[in-house]
């Protein structure tokens, strides 16, 4: 805006008045909470669990931990509580300056002497704009200078001492002054650097190498953990633990729904243009039931934890994989089909950790192929009624073998399975529809659902899945 005041004296006059970063934030909440605004636009199944917590920790004025395994939205909620600052605040424009500060609450012996020695109609004013009021950082690697500070050797040649504030070059939250600061994985930290942020979080004060240098430092610190690391002794000293105001705890999507809610609108895929894909709403439960399925797979380590980015993955291979046979066969819409879940180990193996003693010999593959199956059976079980699937497992009994795979045309299913007409029948309790593309779908879904339920066998050779006794 080109109206905001641009000195001290038209600040004034404007009838401004400081706050602290808190006071600003508590304020605007509530003025949101007042409108029945939604608070964290974007964020699923929190409305009635993590939001109210995070409520009246703003409210309470509260720096924050959010305690939880990984994918679940921390540092999307951290950096949401941006949205509650004020579009801009006003802040004395001295060059070289490190602190956005406040014109009637200097920390800076600069600031101070220009207060002191500059009338009011000379003082210059800059605005800080919202979005540049939140710095972020990643704990493992992380040094003292990088979020504190450190004496800055080329001052000390110039004759500064050592115990002056000039001689610093300040670190990360103490550019944060009238900001928000957050640390992600906080049990990362050396021991020195969480002393440093016990003291920032006590006295909101910065002391470097020993040398007390008094700036009374107005900033919101948010951290984020994950629990096995921060409730593991000596990862984290008491005292920060005991300065951090509260602490949030988040948690997976508690029902299958909410995590294809989530699924569906971070993946973002285009389902339309000039080579559309349509899923059934089987397929998407499948793949949010595989992250279902890994989060309780004694085979994960779950003090790890499966990310929600591993349902989104998997959803967006789906699609591709689809799409790929769209183009290549001139199938529109694509229909994604059970053998096209033989692709997710390209987005799937690399956010698994498996647990050696649960595992024992078993491979990354051979782990998520069995999760697959579970999910498979979970979801199956739910759509098709068990009455007549013996029939089917007779018919395969009797040595017939289907053939099936991501690249074999819709319209070919409907000839190979006329040697066990009751799966195709069952294919159309799942879903009615015409369309050939669908109709395939639901068949592997069928073939998939026997085999998982240990009704009928399978083998795959070359992209192709069989299935037979």
């Keep these: 805006m080109t109206d905001r005041p641009s000195t001290l004296k038209e600040l004034r006059a404007s009838g401004w008045k400081s706050r602290s970063v808190k006071d600003e934030l508590r304020s605007n909440y509530l003025a949101a909470l007042a409108r029945g605004d939604d608070l964290f636009p974007g964020i699923v199944g929190y409305e009635n669990t993590v939001v109210p917590e995070v409520s009246v920790a703003v409210l309470a004025g509260?720096?924050?931990?959010?305690?939880?395994?990984?994918?679940?939205?921390?540092?999307?909620?951290?950096?949401?509580?941006?949205?509650?600052?004020?579009?801009?605040?006003?802040?004395?424009?001295?060059?070289?300056?490190?602190?956005?500060?406040?014109?009637?609450r200097p920390i800076t012996r600069a600031a101070r002497e220009l207060l002191a020695n500059t009338p009011e109609e000379q003082v210059p004013i800059a605005w800080w704009p919202r979005e540049q009021r939140?710095?972020?950082?990643?704990?493992?690697?992380?040094?003292?200078?990088?979020?504190?500070?450190?004496?800055?050797?080329?001052?000390?040649?110039?004759?500064?001492?050592?115990?002056?504030?000039?001689?610093?070059?300040?670190?990360?939250?103490?550019?944060?002054?009238?900001?928000?600061?957050?640390m992600n994985e906080v049990p990362e930290l050396d021991e020195l650097i969480q002393v440093g942020l016990f003291n920032i979080l006590e006295e909101r004060d910065v002391q470097i190498?020993?040398?007390?240098?008094?700036?009374?430092?107005?900033?919101l610190v948010l951290f984020s953990?994950?629990?096995?690391?921060?409730?593991?002794?000596?990862?984290?000293?008491p005292q920060l633990k005991d300065r951090i105001g509260s602490l949030i705890q988040t948690h997976y999507p508690t029902d299958r729904a909410l995590g294809i809610e989530i699924m569906e609108q971070e993946a973002g895929p285009d389902l339309g243009g000039e080579y559309p894909v349509f899923v059934p709403y089987f397929m998407k439960e499948i793949v949010e039931q595989v992250s279902v399925q890994a989060r309780k797979s004694?085979?994960?380590?779950?003090?790890s934890g499966v990310s929600a980015r591993f349902s989104i993955a998997n959803y967006r291979t789906m699609v591709a994989s689809a799409r790929h046979r769209g183009v290549r066969?001139?199938?529109?819409?694509?229909?994604?089909?059970?053998s096209d879940l033989g692709h997710l180990p390209t987005s799937a193996l690399g956010k698994l950790e498996l647990d050696l003693m649960g595992a024992h010999q078993m491979s990354e593959?051979?782990?998520?192929?069995?999760?697959?199956?579970?999910?498979?059976r979970a979801v199956f079980e739910e759509y098709v009624d068990k009455h007549g699937l013996d029939d089917i497992t007779d018919v395969f009994g009797k040595g017939v073998k289907v053939e099936v795979g991501d690249m074999l045309p819709s319209a070919d299913y409907a000839p190979r399975m006329k040697r066990v007409p009751e799966a195709?029948?069952?294919?159309?309790?799942?879903?009615?529809?015409?369309?050939?593309?669908?109709?395939?779908?639901?068949?592997?879904?069928?073939?998939?659902?026997?085999?998982?339920?240990?009704?009928?066998?399978?083998?795959?050779?070359?992209?192709?899945?069989?299935?037979e006794t």
């Excluded at 579009?87 to 009637?104: F, M, N, Q, R």
């Excluded at 066969?329 to 059970?338: D, Q």
Aim: aromatic share 8%; net charge negative; with cysteine.
């Design 62 to 104: 509260h720096d924050m931990l959010f305690l939880g395994e990984k994918g679940q939205a921390k540092s999307r909620l951290m950096r949401a509580l941006v949205r509650f600052l004020d579009e801009a605040v006003p802040y004395l424009d001295i060059p070289g300056s490190p602190v956005h500060e406040d014109p009637e």
């Design 134 to 182: 939140y710095a972020e950082r990643l704990a493992p690697g992380t040094k003292f200078a990088d979020v504190i500070g450190e004496i800055d050797p080329a001052k000390l040649a110039t004759g500064t001492s050592m115990g002056a504030e000039e001689a610093l070059h300040f670190g990360l939250i103490p550019r944060m002054h009238r900001g928000i600061f957050a």
């Design 209 to 219: 190498r020993g040398y007390p240098i008094q700036f009374d430092l107005d900033v």
């Design 225 to 237: 953990a994950n629990p096995t690391t921060y409730n593991r002794s000596g990862k984290v000293i």
């Design 298 to 303: 004694k085979y994960v380590d779950q003090s």
């Design 329 to 338: 066969l001139g199938e529109k819409p694509a229909v994604p089909r059970i």
């Design 365 to 376: 593959k051979q782990v998520l192929e069995s999760i697959v199956a579970e999910a498979v």
């Design 424 to 467: 195709w029948e069952k294919a159309f309790e799942v879903n009615a529809g015409e369309s050939d593309a669908v109709r395939a779908s639901c068949v592997e879904f069928v073939l998939a659902g026997l085999y998982a339920s240990d009704r009928i066998s399978r083998s795959t050779r070359h992209g192709r899945i069989s299935y």
